[in-house]
């Protein structure tokens, strides 16, 4: 099984940068992809931003695209969420979350989920 815990929320400025941290533990981490999802309150859960095992390849939602960036350190079994830009309705909890399915952006998918960060984005 695979254990995440999600780290670096907190309260920014709009415009503002915050970068989440989603640490694995488990020996097959490489072999999972990784998403970002996000729950704003009174709002269903969304996708964010996802990347492959296989390739490296990146996908984001089309509100965060050229703002956000994510990435991994699979030595560090340690994915990443950089947020640039940030906008009030950037707020929510951000969740990371890991699976083997092909399909990346859909939450059903994910066979393993971190506890959530916060992220406040003032205005």
């Known amino acids: 099984q695979v254990q995440l815990v999600e780290s670096g929320g907190g309260v920014v400025q709009v415009g503002g940068s915050l970068r989440l941290s989603c640490a694995a533990s488990?020996?097959?981490?490489?072999?999972?992809?990784m998403g970002w999802f996000r729950q704003a309150p009174g709002k269903e859960r969304e996708f964010v931003a996802a990347?492959?095992?296989?390739?490296?390849?990146?996908y984001y939602a089309d509100s965060v695209k050229g703002r956000f960036t994510i990435s991994r350190d699979n030595a560090k079994n340690t994915v990443y969420l950089q947020m640039n830009s940030l906008k009030p309705e950037d707020t929510a909890v951000y969740y990371c979350?890991?699976?083997?399915?092909?399909?990346?952006?859909?939450?059903?998918?994910?066979?393993?989920w971190g506890q959530g960060t916060q992220v406040t984005v003032s205005s």
């Open positions: 979350a890991a699976t083997t399915a092909a399909i990346v952006v859909i939450p059903r998918n994910y066979e393993h």
């Open positions: 488990g020996r097959t981490f490489s072999r999972y992809a």
């Open positions: 990347v492959t095992w296989r390739t490296g390849t990146s």
